[in-house]
């Protein structure tokens, strides 16, 4: 009787740290996006004692930095235990000295990496190669994974293969689209992987540990006259790898009919064109690949699967005999070199060989930028040119070097009967957690293949996240976003205004919007292009207040749980019932030890998600509105409207290279947060004039300077629009006369209520209101900030808490999670010092909402145009960097001080002389 299989839905991240936690006793690690979770898996089941190979739970260190991380395991190897760790990106460079040292003392570990983009001119937290491409040269055996079940796959290989040949492997897999793409897998069991573990290499590795009571010495220095010889005498090692990796991938093969080789072929067998690529791009060009071959074009694709050692019998093995032309697709841009790592690779196999193949490289999906079947349909129409371009891009358009291959429109080619959903929400509403669920409860209680993927804004919480959803009765494929949906879901208001939500929905699909408003009003809320496309395209329009029903339910503003119940009510992928019981289930096993009252409340909003979805009757009447296309003017500048505008709007894959001519080193200006006008937050505070008493502690908590006070002289209090309410500004003879107020930027406000619990008048002076009772406050706002002057010079803004807040702020409107408790010092130390500040920010949270591209909520002073000169470098240096500001500008001082005092012994005017030593006398005084 065949063995049961045992099928788990899971991340990359997860099935790395399952195979891992198998061969391994000790994992030393140091967090790192994307690669954390794997480490956080490992920490949590060896803290409930889940048992290794070897009968114990493996024992965890988290280091100081990565760099700390590779050295204990380096430590933990030469004591002759099985250790491992986890990471990406900067945190993998940080590695290689040690991975040079652990390679050449031949010591068999597994480094897991999910690879990310290596930071350069500017941080990118999203997938590439650049960090294993940096990696390549220090002896670790490389091996590369294209999806979640090819990394539970081979994490197995690479730590069989590290014991049976004494080379460290690195194991990877694509940042993100791999480490955080959930599907439903196979698992391997431990007792199918233990009798392939070789026992006697395994005894031969504890043999040579350091041990007392067999001394040697290992880690000498050694000269010139034997170095060299040496280093050459490890190569038998590196030549008996591919095989090695061969034989435990046959044996994976045997256990899963899954099959593995060093390079595998799938395509035409008798294919003229292909593509050579690695990591999650495969599954992509598989699809593509079964789409041309439909019909009649001989292509194929080999994917990489031993990076390192690159074995030339393995990959001539792998390709057809009639290939005529190439395309290598790398992951990664190595400016200056003659072609990326895996061209080089490739054209090195055909070096002076007869009937060799035309070869051409290509880049893709740099950063994580999604790769489509247009795109590569794209490469394979390039190698049908008469010249196929080279040194060619996917994915962008390139009108500055015109590198880029001609873009295509998108086609849908995932299997027939698969479901595709998108959901967009709110960063920490709960969203994307509940489509975790879904993809779980689709996965663990059907027969169904299931995939999800979750698309984030670099924003904290109250960011854009669209979470995407595929469903099938064969394998999904599909590595890149939902394109066309079947169902789309709006979880937030105030989105059918700021992204172009309904795009790619097919004929006859389903839209849910959680919507504030009534039927009526809804249909009146909603822009002319989406009653267009909503009547054209014969869409199924749903409603519900999940927003509502959220807090009545008492959720507050996590509406996920009902439009989860909701999304199941209407799409009947799994019948209703089923879906509420795995609901309900999952609710007791996240909310369990909560209590009773919380495990309710979440039932509930189960039921409420299901019984209280409204279908709108669409009119027919919508298919002729005629949408005004924008006549292209705007008071907005103009770098907001063609460059921050569009990034905001989700539309940045479209902008061209040329959008950053003049900007190729990074910068961006300062001040661009203030257009965005989110409107993200349910409720924001209204002023009870009558209640304050002007102490100003409301704006100095605010974590995003949306509510300041402000002070009017009587020609301002006559300009304001109707209805602006002042008071006199206390105390008198302090302000002269001056008129008071408290005015909130609605559309800033995240609606955290920091405001409301602070301030301390007898009766509260601040009020939640809904947002759309608010709406006059849009141009009050606007009045204050553009129209009244600054009146920071009134008082003295260094002597009180009250007095600073009547200077402005320069860090306005981050991305910083709604009730930030850092923010507010940012944003006052800015009042105090900003015209003179030089900010050195370290890699972080307070990078993230200081500096994500396009949003820069530092800003200049309103009248000198000065403000705080903002930089980040890395995580690990950052006082070294912040060091290096002072220094240098002490240097250029010095300079200055020079000159001056050179002219002052040369002579100068007696203004010159006055202005020249008064420089000098104060140079130092900020």
């Known amino acids: 009787m065949a063995k049961q299989k045992k099928f788990i839905t899971c991340d990359g991240n997860y099935a790395a740290s399952y195979m891992s936690y198998m061969f391994s006793e000790v994992a030393c690690i140091y967090p790192i996006t994307p690669s954390s979770t794997m480490a956080e898996y490992v920490d949590e089941w060896a803290a409930f004692g889940k048992k290794n190979m070897f009968g114990r739970p493996i024992r965890l260190a988290e280091m100081q930095s990565e760099g700390g991380a590779a050295g204990a395991v380096h430590g933990a190897l030469q004591s002759g235990a099985l250790a491992t760790t986890y990471t990406a990106s900067q945190g993998l460079l940080l590695m290689i000295p040690n991975m040079y040292k652990i390679a050449g003392e031949m010591l068999p570990t597994v480094f897991h990496v999910s690879a990310r983009t290596v930071a350069a001119h500017a941080l990118s937290i999203f997938g590439d190669h650049s960090d294993i491409y940096a990696a390549r040269q220090t002896g670790f055996a490389m091996i590369a994974s294209g999806s979640v079940q090819e990394e539970m796959d081979l994490a197995g290989v690479a730590h069989l293969a590290t014991l049976k040949s004494r080379i460290p492997f690195l194991a990877f897999f694509d940042g993100f689209r791999t480490s955080h793409e959930i599907q439903k897998v196979e698992a391997l069991q431990m007792e199918d992987m233990i009798p392939l573990v070789d026992q006697e290499a395994l005894q031969e590795f504890r043999n040579r540990a350091l041990n007392p009571e067999n001394p040697v010495t290992r880690g000498t220095a050694q000269n010139p006259d034997i170095f060299f010889q040496a280093k050459e005498s490890i190569n038998k090692f590196y030549d008996a790898v591919p095989d090695i990796v061969a034989g435990y991938m046959k044996e994976i093969t045997k256990l899963t009919g899954r099959e593995y080789h060093p390079f595998n072929y799938y395509g035409d067998p008798e294919a003229e064109n292909i593509i050579i690529a690695m990591g999650s791009v495969t599954d992509t060009i598989k699809e593509t690949i079964d789409y041309l071959r439909a019909q009649g074009k001989k292509v194929g694709m080999i994917a990489v699967h031993l990076f390192r050692p690159f074995s030339a019998e393995y990959f001539m093995q792998a390709l057809p005999k009639t290939v005529k032309r190439l395309a290598v697709l790398d992951r990664a841009k190595e400016p200056g070199s003659a072609g990326e790592p895996l061209l080089l690779d490739v054209k090195s196999q055909f070096y002076r060989k007869e009937n060799a193949p035309l070869i051409v490289g290509g880049r893709y999906g740099l950063g994580s930028k999604d790769t489509t079947p247009s795109q590569i349909l794209s490469v394979y129409e390039n190698l049908e040119m008469n010249e196929p371009k080279n040194d060619f891009t996917i994915g962008i358009v390139d009108d500055v070097t015109f590198k880029s291959l001609p873009p295509k429109e998108e086609i849908d080619i995932s299997p027939k009967g698969t479901y595709q959903a998108k959901f967009y929400g709110l960063g920490s509403d709960g969203t994307v957690g509940a489509n975790k669920n879904s993809i779980k409860i689709i996965g663990d209680a059907t027969d169904k293949y299931c995939q999800g993927y979750f698309q984030y804004d670099s924003k904290k919480s109250g960011g854009f996240t669209c979470s995407h959803l595929r469903f099938g009765d064969k394998p999904i494929r599909s590595t890149y976003l939902v394109n066309t949906p079947d169902f789309v879901a709006c979880h937030v208001s105030a989105y059918i205004n700021l992204y172009d939500v309904l795009k790619g929905l097919k004929k006859g699909g389903s839209f849910l919007l959680n919507s504030i408003w009534d039927e009526e009003e809804t249909k009146n809320r909603l822009p002319d292009h989406m009653k267009k496309y909503l009547a054209e395209n014969e869409i199924n329009f749903y409603i519900i207040n999940g927003t509502k029903l959220g807090e009545d339910i008492g959720l507050g503003t996590r509406t996920n749980t009902i439009m989860q119940s909701a999304f199941f009510k209407i799409t009947g992928v799994i019948p209703y019932e089923m879906a509420v019981d795995e609901m309900k289930k999952a609710i007791v096993k996240s909310y369990g030890n909560k209590g009773e009252k919380v495990v309710n409340m979440n039932f509930a909003a189960v039921e409420a998600g299901g019984k209280n979805v409204h279908k709108v009757e669409v009119p027919a009447e919508w298919k002729n509105i005629e949408v005004k296309e924008s006549n292209g003017t705007s008071d907005r500048p103009e770098y907001i409207v063609k460059v921050v505008d569009v990034i905001n709007g989700q539309k940045g894959d479209s902008l061209p290279v040329s959008t950053f001519a003049g900007a190729e080193d990074g910068t961006f200006p300062l001040g661009t947060a203030a257009y965005e006008k989110r409107g993200i937050a349910v409720h924001v505070p209204e002023w009870q004039a009558e209640n304050c008493i002007q102490c100003n502690q409301c704006s100095y908590v605010c974590p995003h300077a949306a509510i300041r006070p402000f002070l009017l002289t009587e020609e301002e209090v006559d300009a304001a629009p109707e209805g602006t309410e002042t008071r006199v500004a206390t105390p008198s003879k302090m302000f002269n006369g001056m008129h008071f107020r408290i005015q ?142 002072s220094e240098g500008v002490t240097s250029q001082r010095n300079r200055i001080e020079d000159i001056m005092r050179t002219a002052l012994n040369n002579g100068v005017s007696d203004a010159e002389k006055e202005a020249f030593q008064l420089w000098i006398d104060n140079k130092n005084d900020g």
């Open 744 to 885: 909130v930027s609605v559309l800033d406000c995240t609606g955290c209520g920091n405001c409301v619990e602070v301030c301390p008048s007898k009766v509260k002076s601040l009020v939640m209101k809904s947002l759309d009772s608010q709406q006059a406050e849009i141009k009050r706002w606007d009045y204050m900030v553009n129209e009244v002057s600054l009146k920071e010079k009134v008082v003295d803004k260094t002597k009180s808490v009250k007095n600073s807040q009547f200077a402005q702020p320069l860090f306005e409107f981050s991305g910083a999670c709604a009730g930030c408790g850092e923010t507010p010092y940012v944003k006052l130390i800015t009042q105090l010092y900003g015209e003179r500040m030089m900010i050195a920010n370290a890699t972080g949270c307070s990078s993230i909402y200081g500096g994500s591209a396009p949003s820069t909520p530092y800003c200049k002073h309103k009248d000198s145009g000065h403000g705080p000169a903002w930089a980040n470098s890395l995580f690990e240096d950052n006082a070294e960097y912040g060091f290096g500001f």
